[in-house]
Nanobody, 120 residues
């Protein structure tokens, strides 16, 4: 079965750093575009960062220069390094594996989410 398991969330002070990890199983990881989404209280889910199967990256404007997405195909894992964290980064962060480039239909697998709280 397909599993995406996030880890690395927690409570951090403004200006601090966290690294999120998403370990996958049950997919041929190198064939999937991967992403990190977040959903903050009272807000819609948004794509924070994405990385293609050839490691091209995309970021939402609010995190550019602070967050870095990367992937390790040998470990079937995608990471999100988050630096200079702000209170507005507080959200549940979800890992996403987009299968639209693998099969000819839209869709994705999702992890269970990990809470990131930025507060003093």
């Amino acid at each position: 079965q397909v599993q995406l398991v996030e880890s690395g969330g927690g409570l951090v002070q403004p200006g601090g750093s966290l690294r999120l990890s998403c370990a996958t199983s049950g997919i041929i990881f190198r064939l999937y575009a991967m992403g990190w989404y977040r959903q903050a209280p009272g807000k819609q889910r948004e794509l924070v960062a994405g990385i293609s199967k050839d490691s091209t990256t995309t970021y939402v404007d609010s995190v550019k220069g602070r967050f870095t997405i990367s992937r390790d195909n040998a470990k079937n894992t995608v990471y999100l390094q988050m630096n200079s964290l702000k209170p507005e980064d507080t959200a549940v962060y979800y890992c996403n594996a987009d299968w639209s480039t693998v099969v000819l239909r839209p869709g994705a697998y999702w992890g269970q989410g990990t809470q990131v709280t930025v507060s003093s």
